[in-house]
T-cell receptor, first 116, second 116 residues
């Protein structure tokens, strides 16, 4: 069984500062993918970034990077140079690699508020 | 390219009423999903469809039925709505990432359902 833990229900960050959102996971699978999604107040779920368990380098997408520490089973999201539009809920998720359906497990989310 | 669309955006039902939530995607994805999102619980999978003509139960299927009408469309039906089904419902579709290891899910805007 897979489990995602996000221990920060809410975070504040000053505009233009960097912020790290924590995510730890538990799985017995050797091969898996890790994802982060953003959910602004408008409600839609927006895919941000992906990391494969075999990827040696941390994933980056613009101002987003994923700090992947496999031995610690952590996949923290780092947002650099925070903007007011970054205020949203952020969800960490994972899925095993398989040939067919891949069950995605989501965490309960972290609410980020960017302060001007 | 609209991505994943859902109708309606909002709905209020009385206990015992039925309704169908519609979902369509124009990204030619094989897999489609229905989730519900409740406060403090993240996203929970209701049903999924790995390909046209197939559907399978997810984590919380009781009280719901689905139809994969064709490759584009995947509908969710509540036969006899209950207050416990008050939630935000998301449809998603997924594609296998380049390299063939993990699927990335793309979400619709959600349907906010209230059952009185």
């Amino acid at each position: 069984a897979q489990k995602i833990t996000q221990t920060q229900p809410g975070m504040f960050v000053q505009e233009k500062e960097a912020v790290t959102l924590d995510c730890t996971y538990d799985t017995s699978d050797q091969s898996y993918g890790l994802f982060w999604y953003k959910q602004p107040s408008s409600g839609e779920m927006i895919f941000l970034i992906y990391q494969g368990s075999y990827d040696e380098q941390n994933a980056t997408e613009g101002r987003y990077s994923l700090n992947f520490q496999k031995a610690r089973k952590s996949a923290n999201l780092v947002i650099s140079a925070s903007q007011l539009g970054d205020s949203a809920m952020y969800f960490c998720a994972m899925s095993p690699f398989s040939g067919g359906y891949q069950k995605v497990t989501f965490g309960i989310g972290t609410k980020l508020q960017v302060i001007p | 390219n609209a991505g994943v669309t859902q109708t309606p955006k909002f709905q209020v039902l009385k206990t015992g009423q039925s309704m169908t939530l519609q979902c369509a995607q124009d990204m030619n994805h094989n897999s489609m999903y229905w989730y519900r999102q409740d406060p403090g619980m993240g996203l929970r999978l209701i049903y999924y469809s790995a390909s046209e003509g197939t559907t399978d139960k997810g984590e919380v299927p009781n009280g719901y039925n689905v139809s994969r009408l064709n490759k584009r469309e995947f509908s969710l039906r509540l036969e006899s709505a209950a207050p416990s089904q008050t939630s935000v419902y998301f449809c998603a579709s997924s594609e296998r990432r380049t390299g063939g290891l993990a699927d990335t899910q793309y979400f619709g805007p959600g349907t906010r359902l209230t059952v009185l």
